[in-house]
């Protein structure tokens, strides 16, 4: 792993996407964090860990509330259907499943209705006037496991129905929209289903859907779909993880066509001692392919074309939490 730089350097540097709660965050870890992080949150359980971190380190955190879709199944549209009677409607289990699927009902806790998840989505963004929506967005690969928290997990051959999964996507970016907040999104073998979500939100949304920023975190599109979100929307950023897109070559190919104002960088880590490690790795990756200088320290007064890699991920960042995307020129 690279040696991190100077800590005039690194108090420049975000880390748009982590997940420090799922893993014990000790006092002395946080207070040797020098960076920013963005602290996602995915599932009941964790909601007010999130904020809680970020109530006890609000110079550090940027607190993200959200459902994740591996856990959107927890969560009823349609109310009045007992335990049972939803997760059997949701997976629709066939004879040869339904050893299965008593197998997994036990492990599965009574879902939560939909509108209890807005309304406490509402009250987390509203305390925080900094805080992103996130971690969500669609999953078409991930298969439900058995017991989440089991290790090794098994997996059964059940899968949250894409429907379902937008039924609980699309209410809360509605209420990021509404709140004027910023969305970290997750999409693994969603492509197309991610641009069709774009492109209906900004249909329904309009102007206001160009006042807050997207992110399609760990992103693993293809160039050719990259491009033609980045042409078609003026607010939608990638960030990269070297621990989710390092497993394939394709990220180089999409930091090299991605416009220099909308890359971001990320850890997607949970262990918070090592986020800034992870982060700068991919923070050293873009330099590379972008052809930009490394900070050895830190200058303030500097022209444009003298910026190293480090200010150019600030000020990118730096947008993407002022929004307002409309009079962005298409590059």
Do not use: W, Y
């Given at each position: 792993m690279p040696s991190l730089p100077p800590l005039d350097?690194?108090?420049?540097?975000v880390d748009v996407h982590?997940?420090?709660?799922?893993s014990d965050v000790t006092i002395q870890a946080m207070d040797n964090l020098a960076i920013t992080i963005c602290a996602m949150s995915s599932r009941q359980a964790d909601q007010f860990l999130v904020r809680d971190l970020a109530n006890a380190y609000a110079e550090k955190v940027v607190p993200c509330f959200g459902y994740h879709p591996w856990f959107s199944h927890w969560i009823s549209i349609l109310p009045g259907a007992t335990r049972e009677e939803h997760y059997r409607r949701l997976f629709s289990p066939s004879d040869k499943h339904q050893e299965m699927f008593e197998r997994l009902l036990p492990h599965l806790p009574d879902p939560i209705p939909l509108v209890d998840v807005l309304?406490?989505?509402?009250?987390n963004l509203s305390f925080f006037p900094q805080a992103m929506l996130g971690e969500v967005g669609l999953d078409r690969a991930a298969r439900v496991p058995v017991e989440y928290a089991a290790e090794p997990r098994e997996l059964t051959q059940?899968?949250?129905?894409?429907?379902?999964?937008?039924a609980v996507l699309e209410p809360q970016i509605d209420l990021a929209v509404e709140l004027r907040r910023n969305v970290s999104i997750h999409s693994v073998k969603?492509?197309?289903?991610?641009?069709?979500?774009l492109s209906r939100m900004h249909q329904k949304h309009g102007s206001e859907w160009e006042r807050i920023s997207i992110d399609l975190h760990s992103c693993g599109l293809s160039v050719e779909t990259w491009k033609a979100i980045e042409k078609r929307h003026l607010n939608v950023y990638m960030s990269l993880?070297?621990?989710?897109?390092?497993?394939?070559?394709?990220?180089?190919?999409?930091?090299?066509?991605?416009?220099?104002?909308?890359v971001l960088v990320e850890s997607d880590y949970h262990p918070v001692e090592q986020c800034a490690e992870r982060t700068w790795e991919m923070v050293l990756v873009v330099a590379e392919i972008k052809g930009w200088a490394v900070e050895t320290t830190w200058v303030e007064d500097l022209r444009v074309e003298d910026w190293g890699v480090v200010r150019r991920l600030e000020r990118n960042w730096q947008e993407f939490q002022k929004g307002n995307h409309a009079h962005r020129t298409i590059p």
């Open positions: 350097v690194l108090r420049h540097v982590c997940h420090p709660t799922d309304a406490e989505l509402r009250r059940f899968v949250v129905p894409l429907k379902h999964q937008l969603s492509h197309q289903a991610t641009l069709d979500l993880s070297t621990v989710i897109n390092g497993r394939s070559s394709n990220h180089r190919a999409l930091i090299e066509a991605c416009s220099p104002s909308r």
